[in-house]
């Protein structure tokens, strides 16, 4: 099994930055690739980016630019760099792992508001 805790959201001004952590536990070993979703109220949860495990990242149209996406030293961290963030960034994000087989698992998500 792998667990996801996410970490790192908070309450941040229009303009600010915020950098969310992810890190997994248990069998990373069946990780194929890691990657952030976000969900506003009352919205769908959608694509933020993913990162392989060999690096190759991938990005929502919307994102490119001021979203990165990276992993740690020990590659069972995935990091979410946030910059000149958006009120319309306000959103629940989530940490998501695609398993060996095709599984997924979620983590439960870490809040972040910004505020205009």
């Known amino acids: 099994q792998v667990r996801l805790v996410e970490s790192g959201g908070g309450l941040v001004q229009a303009g600010g930055s915020l950098r969310l952590s992810c890190t997994a536990s248990g069998t990373i070993s069946s990780i194929n690739f890691m990657g952030w979703y976000r969900q506003a109220p009352g919205k769908q949860r959608d694509l933020v980016a993913t990162?392989?495990?060999?690096?190759?990242?991938n990005y929502a149209d919307s994102m490119k630019g001021r979203f990165t996406i990276s992993r740690g030293n020990t590659k069972n961290t995935v990091y979410l760099q946030m910059n000149s963030l958006k009120p319309e960034d306000t959103a629940r994000y989530y940490c998501?792992?695609?398993?060996?087989?095709?599984?997924?698992?979620w983590g439960q998500g870490t809040l972040v508001t910004v505020s205009s």
């Open positions: 990162i392989t495990s060999d690096g190759r990242t």
């Open positions: 998501n792992a695609h398993l060996i087989g095709g599984l997924e698992v």
